[in-house]
Nanobody, 124 residues
Framework: QVQLVESGGGLVQAGGSLRLSCTVS????????MGWFRQAPGKEREFVAA????????DYSDSVKDRFVISRDNAKSTVNLQMNGLKPEDTAVYYC?????????????????WGQGTQVTVSS
C-alpha cells in the first residue's frame, strides 16, 4: 500500500525558510506526479506546487511563485518543498499528494494518495 509521510514543518519567523520533505513508500515513486497543498483553519485545501514524474516540470500557485521551490529525488522516493521568504499567511498544514494522472494537478481531487500533513507556522 502506498504511504506518504511529510516532515520538516515547524515554527519560523516571517522572512525565514523551511524545507518540507515527503517520502513515498509502497509504490513506484518515479511514476507519480507529486503535489503540495496546504490548508489553513477554516479554509479549503489549496494548491501550492506540483512536479511531474519524468522531466521535472513544475507548477506553482501565484501566492508562492518565486518564493517556494518544489523538487524531487526519484532515487530516494522523496519530494521536497523549499520555502523561502515565509509570510504569516503561509501558516497552514501542508500535505503532499501523489497521482498517476498528468492533468488537473492543481485540483485536490486529482490526487489519490495523501500524507498526514505537517504544520507550518509563520510568526509576524
Amino acid at each position: 500500500q502506498v504511504q506518504l509521510v511529510e516532515s520538516g514543518g515547524g515554527l519560523v519567523q516571517a522572512g525565514g525558510s523551511l524545507r518540507l520533505s515527503c517520502t513515498v513508500s509502497g509504490g513506484t515513486f518515479s511514476r507519480y506526479f507529486m503535489g503540495w497543498f496546504r490548508q489553513a483553519p477554516g479554509k479549503e485545501r489549496e494548491f501550492v506546487a506540483a512536479i511531474s514524474w519524468n522531466i521535472g516540470t513544475t507548477d506553482y500557485s501565484d501566492s508562492v511563485k518565486d518564493r517556494f521551490v518544489i523538487s524531487r529525488d526519484n532515487a530516494k522516493s522523496t519530494v521536497n518543498l523549499q520555502m523561502n521568504g515565509l509570510k504569516p499567511e503561509d501558516t497552514a498544514v501542508y500535505y503532499c499528494g501523489a497521482t498517476t494522472m498528468a492533468w488537473g494537478l492543481r485540483a485536490k481531487n486529482t490526487y489519490a494518495r495523501w500524507g498526514q500533513g505537517t504544520q507550518v507556522t509563520v510568526s509576524s
